[in-house]
């Protein structure tokens, strides 16, 4: 099994849930009235794109990938990530949606067999 055939679900789930929140699907008609998009859904492929991408590089890596080639990897992802939320003045990616992306990125990381200071070095998803 391929880290992307792994966690794709994981990423599916997380694009599905953040459609729900900007299109306000989860809401009650009379909920509605006030409500307004935080951010428009029609950003939502390209932050599923990036995942993908990042799992696909994961995927290449050679087993127990040494920690610069790991953290390489994950680098480029986040400053992917970042640039897309501030071009969508930071609505997207929140503390709790960027604290789901850290989780996913340690553990397909883990799924490369990456040992545990490989892991220890992987750069925090600060934006």
């Known amino acids: 099994m391929t880290i992307r055939s792994e966690y794709q679900p994981t990423v599916d789930e997380f694009i599905d849930d953040l459609t729900q929140f900007a299109t306000g699907s989860y809401l009650g008609e009379d909920e509605k009235e006030f409500?307004?998009?935080?951010?428009?859904?029609?950003?939502?492929?390209?932050?599923?794109?990036?995942?993908?991408?990042?799992?696909?590089?994961l995927d290449v890596l050679p087993a127990d990938p040494p920690a610069e080639a790991l953290t390489a990897v994950v680098s480029t992802s986040y400053k992917e990530l970042t640039e897309f939320n501030r071009r969508?003045?930071?609505?997207?990616?929140?503390?709790?949606?960027?604290?789901?992306?850290?989780?996913?990125?340690?553990?397909?990381?883990?799924?490369?067999?990456?040992?545990?200071?490989?892991?220890?070095?992987?750069?925090?998803?600060?934006?």
Do not use: C, Q
Request: proline content about 6%; cysteine-free.
């Open 35 to 57: 409500w307004e998009a935080p951010y428009d859904a029609t950003a939502l492929p390209e932050l599923k794109s990036i995942l993908e991408r990042l799992l696909d590089a």
């Open 88 to 127: 969508h003045e930071n609505a997207v990616i929140e503390p709790e949606e960027r604290e789901e992306i850290a989780k996913l990125v340690y553990e397909a990381s883990a799924s490369t067999g990456a040992d545990d200071e490989a892991l220890g070095e992987l750069p925090d998803f600060d934006y």
